[in-house]
């Protein structure tokens, strides 16, 4: 039921994805998210289109920790900054130049910038105490043991099909966060369009 | 000096494992497998010729422009290839796999009614320009025509951005049209009225066209062999 990917480009790594709904502990979860009891990066699936787009998010953020430009603290914060289209604050920071709100840029220094936008994909992507469905994203670097089980253990919810995230995604949500200039109708508003951000 | 070989490794020794496709002055194309996906990976190597810190920064400024400009055409509804992921170490762009598609130059050699492509063409450069985005390399093969979708549901998809930036002088746009009518008008003979008609859609659908349209016809008479007198 789980997803599972190689990334190609990090052979040693690879992508599980877990989905959950009718989830009733999620504070809980959260708590051992932070704690780092559950090694993993959880998000909220109403804000994913398709499981690709976490694949995504992950190659990059396993290819800026390799080399060691990350903007967050952890690989799997990360993972959920990266899923967030930065370009959103161009409003507010027009002073910016446009290249780096349209492209993640190496820049190793944490500015005010980069934290307000951190915590603005903290709220869209993470998950809050009162959702119902959970996405976990776990790397698994082939060298350590990974028990999958032990986390779907944690979860007090129904493990559904990774597939199925779709059934779960709130489009208006997501294209209030991103604020597509044209509005398109729903066929072309699809899993190829959200990653204009990626 | 051991461990950054061993961090920056891992995008080369997968593009040894890809099938390279082709290898131009700038950069080498190549064909892989990406997160499950066939994938186009674009590598700007390393010009020796080049003082290397000019050659660096060229490089990256190169690529950022390409990638910004296929997402600024993605973002305002033109099909563009989606970018999955870019590599700034080492300048290599991941770029989604176009299959079951052809060339609109392959298209135009073979098909008989091209009225709607041309509509559908001059609509979309119209959509590109006004989003001031400057393709640069407009030519009949760096437009795909996706299998399936045909008359009113054409797709049509623009690749090949590496030498396009943003800009929102008429002048820009006039002479990226000029460079799609000299490849248009060289490569398929006689389609002359195909080209007004391309021309004619672009203008009824551009904002800006009056402009880019003057310019066009100023830059027509520039080039080789026009006389300058006037």
Known sequence: MHLTQDLELFPEYTVIQLLFKDVKNATELRKMAVNGEIKGALINPSMVVDAFQILVAANKAVHLHKNGKMKTRSLYSEIIFNLSPTNNVSDIFHYRNTAEIFICLQCAVLTEFNVWQISEAFKRFGISDSDSAVLIVLVHNKDETLSVDDIISKVDGQQVAVDRVSDFTDVAKIKKACLFSHSTDEEQFRVSRFFAFV | ?230
Do not use: W
């Open chain 2, 1 to 230: 000096m051991a461990h950054s070989d061993s961090v920056n490794a891992s995008v080369p020794s997968y593009l040894k494992e890809a099938q390279m496709i082709k290898q131009g002055a700038e950069a080498r194309v190549y064909r892989g497998k990406f997160l499950g996906r066939s994938v186009i990976i674009k590598e700007r190597f390393p010009k020796l010729y080049r003082h290397p810190e000019v050659d660096e920064k060229l490089t990256r400024r190169r690529t950022t422009q390409e990638v910004r400009s296929i997402l600024r055409c993605r973002r305002a509804g033109i099909n563009a290839p989606v970018v999955y992921f870019v590599d700034y170490t080492t300048h290599c762009i991941f770029l989604e796999d176009i299959i079951h598609s052809v060339t609109v130059k392959d298209h135009i050699a073979s098909a008989q009614d091209l009225q709607t492509l041309a509509d559908k063409i001059g609509e979309t450069l119209a959509q590109m320009h006004d989003e001031d985005v400057i393709h640069g390399d407009l030519t009949t093969s760096n437009m795909l025509l996706v299998s399936g979708a045909e008359d009113q549901n054409m797709k049509l998809v623009l690749i090949d951005f590496g030498l396009s930036y943003i800009s929102a002088l008429p002048e820009d746009k006039g002479v990226d049209l000029y460079v799609l009518e000299k490849a248009f008008l060289s490569t398929h003979p006689k389609t002359e009225t195909l080209f007004e008609r391309l021309l004619k859609s672009y203008t009824a659908s551009s904002k800006k066209s009056p402009a880019v349209i003057k310019k066009l016809d100023e830059v027509r008479l520039r080039g080789r062999k026009r006389s300058m007198v006037g």
